[in-house]
């Protein structure tokens, strides 16, 4: 390639990248990390191609610069994990909703597989759900309190029995990414036609609108960050898939690393959900308008932290770039 076209192809990178060190811009380090790998594969393949010219010093001075910022020893801020959440997260996340988009379309097609299904096979939905469950449900229904298996524990016993196994749910289905994300959807199936059986269930039972508006509750947040873990499993898998200008194995650590970050990133949502199953879904005897509100309210925080706000601080990020990007790149190939 000649040096004016690969100038040319890379120069808004290079640009960008300068723009971050200069301006000390706060960025998920991964990336940072990212870009350096990228800008020292430039210098390599300019030191080959192009020794001695303006393209290799420049690529030189800013891949000496990176390393100062990245490998200076310095303390870790005290509130790293309000930093964690607030920015380092989004920030990452926002790479990975195509992986994100996947996994809830995976999910969707199979609650739709799961009701129909129920609705075509009699005994479906008790090969996924069980007799002992499908019995207690029907005998609740004709006790005239459909939801009474939301009752039957205490409180707390309840809260921290959901909670763990809902955090299992999203450890199997990350650390099935590892089989190149084929088992992360395979978890994804399972749980989708389960849920689309399950709310067949309720229908067929005349009892659609009173079990959604119980069960969804606490299912909006919990649903929802299952198809989240589901996309950290792909994010693994995707890692040893699509390696991109990293080396298979950097790129495989790259995908566990961020993976592990958006689970992290469900466990507070695991505790809000397993809370609201325990000490909310309990009380059936709520208005309609208030379990409304609180489905609605779920759907809004999981929607404007993990979608919304990535892609608002993604952007914000573009704009100080351009504003502040004054710095031109001063180099005159002549080949």
Request: one cysteine or more; glycine letters at 8%; aromatic letters at 14%.
């Amino acid at each position: 390639m000649r040096e004016a076209a690969f100038v040319k192809q890379n120069k808004d990178k290079w640009l960008e990248f300068e723009n971050i060190l200069t301006n000390k811009t706060q960025i998920d380090p991964d990336l940072l990390s990212d870009l350096y790998i990228e800008v020292t594969d430039h210098l390599s393949y300019a030191k080959t191609f192009y020794g001695n010219s303006n393209t290799e010093r420049y690529l030189n001075q800013l891949a000496s610069n990176a390393h100062q910022l990245i490998y200076k020893t310095k303390k870790e801020p005290k509130n790293r994990l309000i930093s964690f959440f607030k920015t380092e997260f989004p920030s990452m996340f926002y790479q990975h909703h195509r992986e994100l988009l996947i996994a809830f379309l995976t999910f969707t097609l199979f609650v739709i597989v799961g009701a129909f299904s129920a609705a075509s096979e009699d005994d479906f939905v008790r090969s996924f759900l069980g007799d002992g469950y499908v019995n207690m449900t029907i005998e609740n229904i004709e006790k005239g309190d459909p939801m009474a298996v939301y009752k039957q524990q205490g409180e707390f016993n309840m809260f921290l029995g959901i909670t763990l196994n809902n955090i299992k749910v999203a450890l199997m289905a990350f650390g099935y990414g590892i089989l190149l994300g084929i088992g992360t959807l395979y978890i994804m199936m399972q749980n989708g036609i389960m849920l689309g059986s399950f709310q067949y269930f309720f229908y067929e039972q005349g009892i659609l609108w009173e079990s959604a508006r119980t069960i969804w509750i606490h299912g909006t947040i919990e649903i929802s960050v299952i198809i989240i873990a589901g996309c950290a499993g792909l994010v693994m898998g995707n890692g040893m898939l699509f390696t991109g200008t990293l080396p298979r194995l950097e790129a495989f650590k790259r995908g566990v690393i961020n993976g592990l970050k958006i689970l992290m990133s469900t466990i507070p949502f695991f505790i809000i959900a397993g809370f609201l199953e325990g000490f909310v879904t309990r009380h059936t005897e709520m208005p309609d308008w208030l379990a409304i509100l609180i489905i609605s309210s779920s759907l809004a925080l999981i929607l404007f932290y993990y979608v919304i706000y990535p892609i608002q601080l993604n952007r914000k990020l573009k704009q100080n770039i351009a504003s502040e990007n004054t710095i031109e790149l001063t180099l005159n190939p002549t080949n």
